[in-house]
């Protein structure tokens, strides 16, 4: 028991004299080889819109479309979170429901087009990872060991 106290005690003895002064790491960052570029459209009913004039209602439209689209990009970077409910009684189906729902942080979408096509207001997003790549990266830098110089 004692061999074993002393043994533990000098491993905390020399671990504990060690600096990590010692040495110069250099990083360099590591660039993935592809990034794909995804693309989402939303759509807006423009008389299905809250407003008064036919302005409103556009403007409303303008909104709606976007959010529409910021959403699919969502999904397709995220995914959907489903969740279903089923209630059956004497072998008879009495309800059934489920329900949706997106959720995270998109950044760096562009809009690529935005236009009214009849009834309905469109908008066109793209998203090119390799932005989104470098805006993470000066958020949190992904660095990889280059050189390690000792003294």
């Given amino acids: 028991m004692n061999k074993w106290i002393l043994l533990l005690t000098s491993f ?7 600096s990590s002064n010692d040495r110069y790491v250099q990083w360099q960052r590591v660039t993935p080889e592809q990034f794909p570029k995804l693309t989402a ?7 299905s819109q809250m407003g008064t004039t036919e302005q409103q209602k556009v403007l409303a439209a303008i ?19 489903i969740s279903s409910s089923s209630k059956v009684s004497d072998k008879i189906l009495q309800s059934d429901s489920f329900t949706a729902q997106v959720n995270g942080v998109v950044s760096g979408a562009e809009i690529d087009k ?9 908008t066109e997003l793209s998203l090119d990872f390799e932005k989104v790549w470098y805006l993470y990266q000066n958020k949190h830098p992904d660095r ?8």
């Avoid at 905390?12 to 060690?18: E, M, P």
């Fill in 114 to 122: 935005a236009y009214r096509l009849g009834d309905n207001y469109i």
């Fill in 63 to 81: 909104k709606a479309s976007k959010l529409e689209a910021y959403r699919e990009l969502a999904e397709q970077i995220y995914g959907q979170s």
């Fill in 41 to 47: 459209v939303g759509y807006a009913s423009i008389d």
């Fill in 12 to 18: 905390l003895i020399i671990g504990g004299c060690s």
């Fill in 144 to 151: 990889q060991v280059r050189d390690v110089v000792y003294f």
